[in-house]
């Protein structure tokens, strides 16, 4: 299994309580530690406001991130999960990810996807188009964002995007253009457009979710004649390893105590509570391996991992490192 590892950039409430002018250099000193270690990747959201409730804690944006980690390191892949596809221009996101591309030396990768935060979409003036219209946005953004890759120029005229003859110079370093992850598990539409143009996807990373979507992916695959062998399957999981149950207490307890030190309500802190204590990432380092090994085998192919207390503790990420790492390696 390939490995992936979120950085803290206070979309989640991972940076509160550190001063503003300490958080890039700790997220630098992340992404460092990561290149040396054994992760392939290290990613950021591509959010505005803060989760599960906005507020006025900082949110670092996703490709001023991708620029700067660019530059700060040498071997680890850099990814987004996922770009909101109409929050820039398509054809100025594919130059600035060509841009990226050179200056990490090739080692850009696309997340991509339709976009769902509400809040944030109106706060920034997007308006909030219904859910068939930020999906077909997607579907016109990818096909402009290859053409442009590809042939260093891009002209297309759909519903939503128009670009007549765009020039996409320098292309991007890696042949063929920047890897695309199609994030997100839609039935209908979302999983057709990663079967006709993704080389990664990302989506539910429950047993349960991981074969539904996945026989789902096969099945549209067939249906636009793709080679379903060839799409990279991966998901996203939420972190909260411990050497005993008591310690993965402590996390879990932790993470509860300071999203309630920011307003969010019971409710809210229950539910993100679950989304970690219902991963498969949640447990011992044997009790992790044995899960994640288990989705291994249904073709889980790459794991992102988040670790909501590394701006604070890197403990964790150590066990992770120690323990998991090589197993699933």
């Known amino acids: 299994m390939r490995l992936g590892m979120f950085l803290p950039q206070g979309w989640r409430f991972d940076l509160v309580g550190i001063d503003d002018a300490q958080q890039w250099p700790l997220m630098r000193d992340l992404a460092r530690r990561a290149d040396a270690g054994p992760w392939e990747s290290v990613w950021v959201y591509d959010h505005f406001h803060t989760t599960p409730v906005p507020s006025e804690e900082a949110t ?7 620029a700067a980690l660019a530059a700060s390191t040498d071997r680890v892949r850099l990814g987004q999960m996922c770009t909101c596809m109409a929050y820039r221009p398509p054809m100025y996101l594919a130059k600035v990810a060509a841009t990226v591309d050179h200056v990490s030396g090739g080692r850009l990768e696309m997340g991509i996807g339709a976009g769902w935060y509400e809040h944030e979409w109106r706060a920034y003036g997007y308006g909030f ?8 946005m997607l579907d016109e953004g990818v096909q402009i964002m290859r053409q442009a890759w590809r042939e260093g120029r891009a002209t297309f005229s759909g519903k939503h995007y128009e670009v007549d003859g765009a020039i996409c110079r320098p292309l991007p370093l890696q042949e063929g253009g920047v890897p695309l992850w199609i994030a997100g598990g839609g039935e209908k539409v979302t999983l057709k457009i990663a079967a006709r143009y993704a080389d990664y996807t990302n989506f539910d990373g429950t047993p349960e979710g991981f074969a539904r979507k996945s ?3 096969a099945q549209h695959c067939r249906e636009v004649g793709t080679d379903f062998g060839r799409i990279t399957r991966s998901a996203n999981y939420n972190v909260a390893i411990g050497r005993d149950e008591a310690e993965v207490q402590e996390r879990l307890d932790q993470l509860a105590a300071r999203l309630r030190s920011v307003g969010v309500d019971e409710d809210g802190v229950e539910a993100q509570l679950r989304g970690v204590r219902d991963m498969p990432a949640c447990g011992t380092p044997e009790q992790v391996v044995e899960k994640l090994r288990a989705l291994e085998a249904q ?6 991992f988040y670790f909501p207390e590394a701006a604070y503790d890197t403990s964790g ?7 998991v790492a090589p197993a699933l390696r």
Do not use: D
């Not at 073709?299 to 992102?304: D, H």
């Not at 990420?317 to 323990?323: A, D, K, N, Q």
């Open 299 to 304: 073709g889980m192919a790459y794991g992102i």
């Open 215 to 217: 026989a789902l992916l």
């Open 60 to 66: 670092h944006e996703a490709w001023s991130l991708m």
């Open 129 to 136: 188009p219904r859910a068939g219209e930020r999906l077909a």
């Open 317 to 323: 990420i150590e066990l992770f490192e120690r323990e």
